[in-house]
């Protein structure tokens, strides 16, 4: 058992050393990254560029014509409280307080 963690030992200093060695060695050294996207690449992202677009102008068309129904929906109740004002919800009782 003792050989056994004397050998860890020794092997652990020795992978120390390595990377200590590797990593003196690429200290001066420059990276590059290329990137090389052909033209199925190029048409891929300008398609996918597309959808999201046209998903956009679709979601800011429902989004204005959700706000035009509300709109409607306010006057039509608006309308509605004018001509039967009974109908407005502070004017509405619940049906136990309505009972004498």
């Known amino acids: 058992m003792a050989e ?7 092997l652990g200093r020795m992978i120390a050393a ?6 003196s060695e690429r200290q ?3 990276s590059v990254v290329s990137v090389n996207a052909g033209g199925v690449g190029v048409a891929i992202s300008v398609g996918c560029a597309a959808f ?10 429902l ?3 959700q706000g035009r129904k509300i709109e409607r929906t306010q006057d039509y109740t608006n ?3 004018q ?3 009974e109908l407005r919800p502070e004017n509405l009782k619940p049906k136990e307080e309505q009972k004498p």
């Open 28 to 30: 001066g050294g420059n």
């Open 4 to 10: 056994l963690s004397a050998e860890m030992r020794s």
């Open 79 to 81: 309308m509605l409280w």
């Open 18 to 23: 390595t990377v200590q060695e590797s990593s």
């Open 52 to 61: 999201a677009l046209a998903c956009l102008i679709f979601a800011m068309m």
């Open 83 to 85: 001509r039967y004002p």
């Open 63 to 65: 989004q204005v014509d």
